[in-house]
């Protein structure tokens, strides 16, 4: 049997360790706060990060940065070990971290779980892998109880830079959400009356904008034909969402950072371009 250790039980890590037992893996687990397994069933409860680490060929990491990791791995013995870092940080960090493990004769891989805690384990869900490929091919076996399996090369801040791009998408979505129901219940118009088809608006993006293969090709090619919906229409509307945000009260920061990638666009001649043209100006910073 394989036996796992799981380090943070956060919401995702408690997922992991439970997703792990369910699919038969032998599983050790240590928390910095006592008591976060409560509920956990099957799993071994170590008493430090020694003697969860020596209970683990494989040592997954749920912690909330990788600052966390230095502090609970800092002074352990870590020799002949894999970990997986399956937490948030940089590309840069990653790197450092996989440099920091190969010092302490460890391997090391980063992931990112592309899911919420309710879904590991789950069909659909999937996570990014990076670093060695050996490393990545005798775990993944393990890994797949997680979710399918995406490897993306040596580099062990690509998974991390996979990660990153997928939350930039999803967290500028969810402000947007917040902000965006900010400004009508600013004028007492009840968030359920806006929701619902505000998050319709999410789902029909595709039929929108294209999809995701139509989009890459586009700015792929870089040519933003300006046939559909131009930098100077949407430019002015952005402008409109930020003086209206202004006028309602409701925190302007991220409007205004929209409407500077479109200002900036105009300035830059692309205004009867197609609104894609701003990812020119995104790749562009000033
Ligand atoms: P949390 O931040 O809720 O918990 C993470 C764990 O980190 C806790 O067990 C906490 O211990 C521990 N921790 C934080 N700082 C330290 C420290 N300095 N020393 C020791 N332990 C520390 O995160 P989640 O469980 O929600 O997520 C874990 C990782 O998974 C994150 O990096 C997140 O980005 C990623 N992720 C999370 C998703 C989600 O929806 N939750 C989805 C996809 C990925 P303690 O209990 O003692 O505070």
């Keep these: 049997m394989n036996s ?40 071994t409860i170590a008493p430090t990060p020694d003697a969860a680490v020596a209970a683990g060929d494989l040592v997954l990491l749920s912690l909330t940065d990788y600052g966390a990791m ?20 940089t590309p840069d960090e990653s790197r ?3 440099a920091w493990a190969r010092e302490r ?21 999937y996570a990014f892998y990076s670093g060695p490929s050996d490393l990545f091919r005798e775990h993944e076996p393990t890994l797949r109880a997680i979710g399918d399996t995406r490897y993306l090369g040596a580099d062990p801040g690509l998974a991390q830079l996979l990660y990153q791009a997928h939350l930039d998408v999803f967290l500028t979505a969810l402000a947007g959400l917040l902000h965006g129901t900010a400004l009508v219940t ?24 294209g999809d995701g293969a139509d989009l890459a090709a586009e700015l792929a ?44 666009a105009v300035a830059a001649g692309l205004a009867t371009r197609d609104w894609t043209a701003l990812y020119d100006i995104v790749r562009n910073p000033s």
Excluded: C
């Design 105 to 125: 004769d460890a391997g090391f891989l980063t992931g990112g779980i592309m899911v919420p805690p309710p879904l590991v384990g789950q069909a659909g869900a």
């Design 221 to 264: 090619a870089g040519e933003y034909p300006g046939d559909l919906s131009t930098v100077r229409m949407m430019g002015a509307t952005a402008v409109h969402i930020a003086e209206t945000s202004v006028a309602a009260g409701v925190d302007a920061a991220v409007p205004n950072a929209v409407r500077s990638l479109y200002d900036r």
């Design 70 to 89: 230095y502090d609970v791995l800092g002074s352990t013995g870590l020799s002949r070990k894999v970990l997986v870092n399956l937490g948030s940080g």
């Design 4 to 43: 796992t250790t799981v380090i943070g039980l956060g919401p995702m890590g408690r997922a992991i360790a439970a997703t792990l037992v369910r699919a038969g893996h032998q599983v050790t687990v240590w928390n910095r706060t006592a008591g976060r397994a409560g509920g956990l069933v099957g799993v």
């Design 96 to 98: 450092a971290a996989a």
């Design 186 to 209: 600013s004028a007492g118009v009840p968030a359920e009356d806006f929701l619902p088809d505000a998050m319709r608006l999410l789902t029909d993006l595709p039929a929108m904008v």
